[in-house]
């Protein structure tokens, strides 16, 4: 008796562990996704149906996606995260590694190199980590079974099978995260096809394994997303009694300009025109609250990832690579 009951769970763990695993061939929404790209991108229909069948749903993706966001930290735990002695120092080590074409990048970009090895860092660190899903598994299985965001996700998936075809790799082969992010800087397929270059001029834009492409195509979404040469990123706030508290965290993009925000009780000591585009946002540490001005260059980053936090540690691990560094050169 035990032995059949030891059987039959084992044999329902086998099956929904196949269930699991099931590809997208019966899908009906996979199924109305082939009949698009063979419409709209001439692609072979046997082939897409193939593939379907071989993109395999994996519910760790379904899990991981409806994880609480980070956010839900506040700044001094999150900091933590990403802002290590460790991470520092690995840094450095990539930039020691990287100099010429980081100075390269940043010549043509504009774009300080402690920023782009900092995103590097917090991505992927350093390339040590980029993900263990098959992209393909992890955007059918959002693109299909995950329909808060199923729009978004197949979008991404068509961008996936275009740069694929374009680059002539085998979309069952590459690697990514469990969003279907890609390489040193986990571009997702779209900004892949946007932005990713061929920065080293070798024919072949390869970010997984191309430190040069890699980090000239961080260097060139900071650049097309409006990074301004030389300019600061954030500055610190001093807000007066009666500064007007709702404008705290109220946009990501900079609505205001630093003259204003002056007249709204935030000011600061730092050297910025009054006429530069700002926001203001406010930082939880262990002693209280922080009052930033964020700049254009700081809701560029925050295109990267939609997050003050995640602009905000990536800004002090670049200035924390650089002291560590000695010096940018």
């Given at each position: 008796?035990?032995?059949?009951?030891?059987?039959?769970?084992?044999?329902?763990?086998?099956?929904?562990?196949?269930?699991?695993?099931?590809?997208?061939?019966?899908?009906?929404?996979?199924?109305i996704f082939v009949d698009y790209m063979v419409e709209k991108h001439d692609f072979d229909r046997d082939e897409m149906v193939e593939l379907m069948r071989e993109a395999k749903r994996k519910d760790a993706i379904l899990k991981a996606i409806k994880r609480p966001a980070e956010k839900a930290k506040p700044w001094y735990e999150y900091r933590n995260l990403f802002v290590t002695p460790a991470?520092?120092?690995?840094?450095?080590?990539?930039?020691?590694?990287?100099?010429?074409?980081?100075?390269?990048?940043?010549?043509?970009?504009?774009?300080?190199?402690?920023?782009?090895?900092?995103?590097?860092?917090?991505?992927?660190?350093?390339?040590?980590?980029?993900?263990?899903?098959?992209?393909?598994?992890?955007?059918?299985?959002?693109?299909?079974?995950?329909?808060?965001?199923?729009?978004?996700?197949?979008?991404?998936?068509?961008?996936?099978?275009?740069?694929?075809?374009?680059?002539?790799?085998?979309?069952?082969?590459?690697?990514?995260?469990?969003?279907?992010?890609?390489?040193?800087?986990?571009?997702?397929?779209?900004?892949?096809?946007?932005?990713?270059?061929?920065?080293?001029?070798?024919?072949?834009?390869?970010?997984?394994?191309?430190?040069?492409?890699?980090?000239?195509?961080?260097?060139?979404?900071?650049?097309?997303?409006?990074?301004?040469?030389?300019?600061?990123?954030?500055?610190?706030?001093?807000?007066?009694?009666?500064?007007?508290?709702?404008?705290?965290?109220?946009?990501?993009?900079?609505?205001?300009?630093?003259?204003?925000?002056?007249?709204?009780?935030?000011?600061?000591?730092?050297?910025?025109?009054?006429?530069?585009?700002?926001?203001?946002?406010?930082?939880?540490?262990?002693?209280?609250?922080?009052?930033?001005?964020?700049?254009?260059?700081?809701?560029?980053?925050?295109?990267?990832?939609?997050?003050?936090?995640?602009?905000?540690?990536?800004?002090?691990?670049?200035?924390?690579?650089?002291?560590?560094?000695?010096?940018?050169?």
């Amino acid at each position: 008796m035990k032995w059949t009951t030891g059987l039959l769970a084992g044999m329902g763990m086998m099956l929904a562990a196949c269930a699991q695993e099931s590809g997208h061939g019966d899908n009906a929404n996979a199924r109305i996704f082939v009949d698009y790209m063979v419409e709209k991108h001439d692609f072979d229909r046997d082939e897409m149906v193939e593939l379907m069948r071989e993109a395999k749903r994996k519910d760790a993706i379904l899990k991981a996606i409806k994880r609480p966001a980070e956010k839900a930290k506040p700044w001094y735990e999150y900091r933590n995260l990403f802002v290590t002695p460790a991470s520092v120092a690995g840094g450095v080590d990539f930039w020691d590694k990287n100099a010429q074409v980081l100075t390269e990048a940043s010549e043509k970009y504009g774009v300080p190199a402690e920023m782009i090895v900092a995103i590097i860092g917090i991505e992927t660190r350093y390339g040590g980590n980029m993900g263990g899903y098959r992209v393909l598994d992890a955007l059918a299985t959002l693109a299909f079974n995950y329909p808060r965001r199923s729009k978004f996700f197949t979008k991404e998936l068509e961008n996936y099978l275009l740069l694929t075809r374009d680059q002539e790799v085998d979309p069952a082969t590459l690697k990514g995260s469990y969003a279907g992010a890609m390489g040193f800087g986990q571009f997702m397929p779209s900004s892949y096809r946007a932005y990713a270059v061929d920065f080293n001029g070798d024919g072949h834009v390869d970010i997984w394994e191309d430190t040069e492409d890699a980090i000239g195509s961080v260097a060139n979404y900071f650049a097309e997303h409006g990074w301004e040469r030389g300019e600061p990123v954030a500055v610190l706030a001093t807000p007066r009694p009666n500064a007007d508290m709702t404008v705290v965290n109220d946009s990501l993009d900079p609505k205001w300009t630093v003259g204003e925000l002056a007249e709204k009780g935030f000011t600061t000591t730092a050297q910025v025109e009054p006429d530069m585009p700002a926001n203001v946002f406010s930082l939880q540490t262990e002693n209280g609250k922080q009052y930033w001005i964020g700049l254009n260059n700081f809701s560029v980053i925050t295109r990267y990832n939609r997050s003050r936090l995640y602009a905000m540690a990536a800004y002090d691990l670049a200035q924390d690579i650089v002291k560590a560094r000695g010096g940018r050169s």
